[in-house]
Each structure stands twice: as structure tokens, then as C-alpha cells.
């Protein structure tokens, strides 16, 4: 009997984390059911001749509709953010259910449900922030979420609304440890922060590039090595997220030559800003303020090389969207407000993965395969999401990009889909894009338009992660 297919994709070239083949893609009920040379006509055709066919990407970073504690408000929600994410060729989001002190946990994630139902393009899975691990949400709230597909979370070493002691992340990493969740840690000494911040505004230095100066890869450094060095008395593993350099990560990468299991992520910012870009004329700067800040060319290239040698497994956003001349933004206490009331972060989502690939795969930096394994497949491992998302296979979610290698883009603002009056990329240029985007079998990005209804967006439940990377 001749199989039936709703959609064929036929004669692109095919790359996942290990392979690169040509095949016709055969899709029915939204999965990927078979791959293989001349398939029969499905109901559907898309021709993808000269094309090359990846997994959507897995942005396994980024901030929609989260709570804030400034008055300052995220400008993406789950309608913008995910079709921006879709727009750039990725088809999985996980943003974060956040804790705030004092409140459950349990009514954090009930209420970034509501936030999220009926509103994204693409598929979602939510990791959680722990902000206060007290007994009840150690004891119960977080192994039940857990189990329930929550098997991820965020905890802080900063910001005093966040942050944790070295007490609470044991209690926390022991907990993932217990239930087999993944703990995500952002690494900066908190108290260096507050006594190099609390010296620069006493000397008037508060423009926004003297965030830089306030948040040294130090302070990075010495976080990192103590979150893995937690990590390694508890027995678990671990993941750091948004690792800016050098410095940090030749504490990863110590800790990986000797078999712990410390994983690293790193974000676009960190290979093409500098601290440079925080020092613009008057108060342009902010638009570059983000935890923690780009840093030098030196710590660039050391990132690039950690991309291409294995030492971070992860590339994504990190998109924390504010708009920049917006009173809820950027400006939330004023043009020209000291660089400590300024919202921290930059947007992203919809470039991340035309900026690896242009950067990375075009500029000979990294492989194509490696490219496909830092942007989905491993994020997809690592969250319990694999194998529906991430990959080129039989059984697979029919999430997939179709890029055109060689279309030359200059990134503008005025193209992108977010909600966010600028991109730190402006004018740069770029060879290859994901023109035709689908998702769950479904075209939802194709030639600059969307072809899907925000809401057809399912939420992910997530497995157990894979830490065998
Ligand atoms: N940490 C993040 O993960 N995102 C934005 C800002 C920050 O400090
Ligand atoms: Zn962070
Ligand atoms: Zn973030």
C-alpha cells in the first residue's frame, strides 16, 4: 500500500546534529513519517530544491509577559514573542514561570498559563524561577510541577528579589538532584556587584556603561566556579546559563575535564556586543544593558571558541524585551537614569539564528552539524524534549525551517516581528534565512508572512532531561 502523506517537502538538503543528506520529508498528522529518496505526492508539496531543511530551532532563553519588580513592563507577550521567535525560524520556545518571593509556586505557573493560553504560534514549554525555596515549595510544590513536566528551573546568585544563598541553591540542587530535574544557575557575586555599584554612584559614574563596570567577569567567575563547585558536593548536574566569556567558562570547561556534569549556554550578545556598545551617545547605551554585559573582542573570541570545541552545548536568546524611549521600559525611571534603574536586558529572538548561522556556519566557525545541535537539538535534550522536538526523524514533530543559504539580509527594526522599538543589530548584515517555517506540519512563517493563527501553539510537557550529552 502506497503511504499517504499531507505534506512532502521534496529535494532539500537535510541537516540534523549529525548528519547532512538529501531526502523528501513526508509528513502526516504533523509528524515526520518518513525520510527518504522520491517519496509519492502528498496532498501538499512544498519544493525545497536548493534549499537547506533544519529543525526548528529550540530557544531555550527567553523572557514573554514575565512579572517585574520596577515598574517596568516586558513589551513581548505570548502573541508577539512567539511569532517574532517563528518569524527567525524557531518553532519551540521556553520561557519562565517566576516566582515571586514570597508567593507559591504552584500560583506562579497557574499564573503564566494565563498569560500564555490562547495566544502563541509555536509550541511552549515553560522552565520555572525559583525565588523562595521554602519547605512547602521544596517539599511539595516543586516535585509535584516536576513530574507534572516542569523538569527545569532557573535560580539567581543576584538581584536581591531573586537571588538565593548558598544554603538554598544546595537545598535546590539536592531537590533536582531527588527528582531528576535540570537546575539552570545565573552566576554573578551578588555583594561585588552591590560594593562595585554602590562606589560608582558615589563617584557620579551611573551612564549606562558603567553597568559594565559594575557587574566584572570576576564577579562571573567567581559564581560560576562556586554554583559548580555546589554542583559537584551535591552530585548533580547543572547548567549555567548566559556565559559572557573567558573567564567563566574556563571554570566550565575545568569542571568538564574532570566529568562533572556542567553544561554552558551562551546568547548572541556575547559574540558580536562589546561593553562598547553600552557607551553610546547620551543615554543609547541602555539599549545594550544586559546581565551580564557583553564584554571585550578577547572574550568574543574565547565564546567562538567554546561554540565550536563543545564547551557550551546551548545557544540562545536570553530575549528581555524593553522598549527603549518607553516610560515601561528602558526609561521606566527617566532618559538618563542611572544605569541601576535601567530594565536588564536586550531583545533577540527573531535573529539569534540567522546571526549563528551568517556568523558561525557562513564564516567557517562552526559546522553546519553543531550549529543544528546548539539551537535545538541539544536544548531539546537537555529539556526533555526530545525526540518530538529538535530533529530531522521518523516519529519527529514536522518542526522545520527551510533556509535559503544564500539570501543576504540586513537586519532592521522596521523588519522584525517583536514588539521592541529597536535591535541591538541594526544594519548588520547577514547571509541565510529561514523563509518557510513549519510547525507541526503546519506552514506558519512563508515569504514575510504569517500563515498560522496565534493560539494554535500547544504546551509542551517536559521529560526527564538528557543529560548523557
Ligand atoms: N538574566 C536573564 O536571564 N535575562 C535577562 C537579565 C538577567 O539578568
Ligand atoms: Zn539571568
Ligand atoms: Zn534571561
Redesign the pocket.
Known sequence: MTQQFDLVIRGGTIATAADIFEADIGISDGRITALAADLPRGTDEIDATGKLVLPGGVDA?C?FDQPTSDGSKMADDFDSGPRSAAFGGTTTVIPFACQQKGQSLRAAVDDYHRRAEGKSVIDYAFHLIVTDPTPQVLGQELPALIREGYTSFKIYTTYDDLKLNDREIIEVLALAKREGALTMI?AENSDAIAWLTEALEKAGQTAPRHHADARPAIAEREATHRAISLAEIVDVPMLV??VSGGEAMEQIAHARSKGLKVFAETCPQYILLTADDLNLDGFEGAKHI??PPPRDSASQRSVWRGLANGTFQVFSS?H?PFRFDDPQGKKVRGDGASFTHVP??IPGVETRLALLFSEGVGKGRISLNRFVALTATNPARLYGLYPRKGTIAVGADADLAIWNTTREVTITNDALHHNVDYTPYEGRRVTGWPETVLSRGEVVVQGGTLEAKPGRGAFLECGAPDTQL
Open positions: 532563553h523572557h545565573h546559563v548566559h544586559c546581565s536570553d528581555a536588564n536586558g
